[in-house]
């Protein structure tokens, strides 16, 4: 009995305030930003699957992009750090694109993800989403991810 004391007053309550004050901290970061087209994954999916064209950006570093956890399929990377630079300097090529749906996608953490929604927005792309909760929520509903990086 002295050991399950020990554990949950020691253990168990400390990590469940954390994970409280994480939630309640990410809640009230979403809350500021204002209106953002968010997409759940299980919509996306839904998307893909339809065959609507769409072009879905993943806006982590390259590495990642390739590594280990993969990307959506059909995905193509831009680094977050490189978004601006990558639509000034390929204008031509992005024109095209305003009236496409963009989705935007990180891993968990949609400070960048959002940042790169916000460019997305400054450059008069009409129609960008950015993936609720990123790659992991995609990968915790048991979508299908690849490690094909030929979409670079």
Wanted: proline fraction near 3%; charge should be positive.
């Amino acid at each position: 009995m002295k050991y399950f004391y020990i554990v949950f007053n020691y253990i168990f309550i400390p990590i469940l305030f954390l994970y409280a004050f994480y939630k309640v901290v990410r809640f009230i970061k979403r809350k500021r930003r204002g209106p953002v087209n968010y997409i759940k994954p299980h919509d996306l999916k839904k998307r893909i699957d339809n065959g609507e064209d769409m072009l879905i950006v993943d806006t982590r570093k390259s590495s990642d992009f390739k590594g280990m956890i993969g990307h959506i399929e059909g995905a193509i990377n831009i680094p977050y750090k490189e978004l601006e630079e990558t639509i000034l300097n390929k204008m031509d090529k992005f024109q095209g694109l305003k009236d496409t749906p963009i989705v935007v996608t990180i891993d968990f953490d949609d400070e960048y993800g959002y940042l790169s929604y916000i460019i997305f927005l400054k450059y008069g792309f009409k129609q960008v989403y950015l993936l609720d909760n990123g790659l992991s929520a995609w990968i915790r509903e048991g979508f299908y991810v690849t490690k094909d990086a030929s979409h670079e």
